[in-house]
């Protein structure tokens, strides 16, 4: 289950670059047919604080819709297992944070019987944490029978257990706009690679200062039905700088669609779907790198020897290395799948950033690297049992 997805140019905020978006057909120009739909967003910032009266109860996520599909480029081609795209609707008037350690994902035959659990399904929501009220998101789990050495069984419905709590310290915006254009064949307009991106813009309309611009995109065929998530990232201005985005700056790059489980010939044929936050800007403090003496493995995960310095923080392991992003990405390719791991891996070699996730059963985690300047990667290993 090895893919690898190379990201081309993200994002010009301005004049400085960035990450994930991309122009529009010029002003007046028609769309064209079913190729996408946009999105404007416009309210004052929101800081959700606690109310002096009673929480109310609050109501379950709901499931919306699935589809299951088959996974593609398989590597063992007995692999029968498959992944559900799921959308789900927080039916609450309020913002809630869900506790992604006691997340359940059941698979229900016809008799009632859970037949299948995933207590580790990737949540498209805000910051990875949290939903607005009465908001529609998404989430993706695979349906491991194969890979968890179980007898296939049929399903009919899901059951999703996720605890919710109201989100009382976050803040966000929704004044901004997020257009999305025509669809680029990336092969044809030689942009290096392949598949298809969307073009994309977005606008900083509030009156303050951002530090990003969260925005997903979901994908619908003719029909109707929801295929999955085309896109899910973050805008910000630079990834080595905290800089923000300023009121009025524009951000506009290309998407590249994610979705490889359908004919690619289909992918200019979907509807697509954003939305998107604003996050305001804050000042940070200075990082301060890891100084101990890295381990030799977290977990049994190998850490990449020549490790500068390194530390355990919750649920994971970080550490520093003169490695360039090329050779951090092929150790942990490398090391992983020979560890027995089904490994998805993501990069932008523009900004120097990487995501690579592995499973095994229900073991999951993610390795995420990044650049923090003067020569030097940042690598950060996480573990969900």
């Known amino acids: 289950m090895k ?8 994002l010009l905020m301005m004049i400085l670059p960035a990450l994930a978006c991309g122009s529009l057909a ?8 079913g ?14 604080e606690p109310s002096p009266a009673p929480a109310p109860a609050l109501l379950n996520l709901e499931i919306v819709e699935w589809s299951e599909f088959p996974y593609a480029n398989l590597a063992d081609p007995s692999n029968t297992d498959t992944h559900v795209e799921v959308l789900i609707r927080n039916p609450n008037d309020v913002p809630v944070r869900i506790d992604q350690n006691a ?3 059941r698979f229900i035959n016809a008799s009632g019987e859970v037949v ?27 349906v491991c029978f194969w890979s968890s050495g179980m007898e296939k069984q049929n399903w009919e419905s899901l059951e999703l257990i996720a605890p919710l709590e109201i989100a009382t310290d976050i803040a966000y915006t929704l004044d901004v706009e997020v257009k999305l254009g025509e669809i680029v064949d990336i092969a044809a307009a030689h942009l290096g690679g392949s598949g298809f991106a969307i073009e994309t813009i977005l606008v900083n309309t509030s009156d303050q200062a951002l530090e990003s611009v969260p925005h997903r995109v979901l994908a619908r ?4 039905r929801y295929i999955g998530v085309a896109f899910a990232g973050n805008a910000v201005a630079s990834f080595t700088e905290n800089i923000a985005i300023q009121p009025g700056d524009t951000a506009t790059g290309l998407n590249v669609i994610e979705i490889d489980y359908i004919p690619e010939r289909d992918l200019p044929t ?20 890891p100084s101990g003496t890295p381990l030799a493995d977290f977990n049994g995960i190998p850490i990449m020897p020549g490790a500068i310095g390194g530390e355990a923080v919750d649920g994971g392991y970080q550490f520093t290395t003169a490695a360039d992003l090329d050779a951090i990405t092929s150790f942990y390719e490398t090391e992983l799948s020979n560890l027995g791991f089904a490994v998805e891996l993501n990069v932008d070699e523009s900004a120097g950033y990487a995501l690579l996730n592995f499973q095994k059963g229900d073991l999951t985690g993610m390795v995420v690297m990044a650049p923090l300047g003067n020569g030097l990667n940042g690598v950060a290993i996480t573990l969900n049992t």
């Open 221 to 224: 065929d003719a029909s109707g």
């Open 26 to 33: 010029p002003e007046g120009a028609a769309t064209p047919s």
């Open 270 to 289: 979907l509807t697509y779907e954003v939305a998107a936050i604003g996050i305001p800007f804050e000042e940070t403090p200075e990082v301060v790198l």
């Open 116 to 142: 299948y659990s995933n207590p580790n399904p990737v949540l498209y929501i805000w910051q990875g944490e949290w939903m607005l009220p009465n908001e529609t998101a998404a989430l993706s789990a695979c």
């Open 3 to 10: 893919q690898t997805n190379k990201f081309i140019a993200f």
């Open 35 to 48: 190729l996408a739909t946009e999105t404007t967003i416009s309210a004052e910032t929101l800081s959700a």
């Open 103 to 105: 997340v359940d994902l």
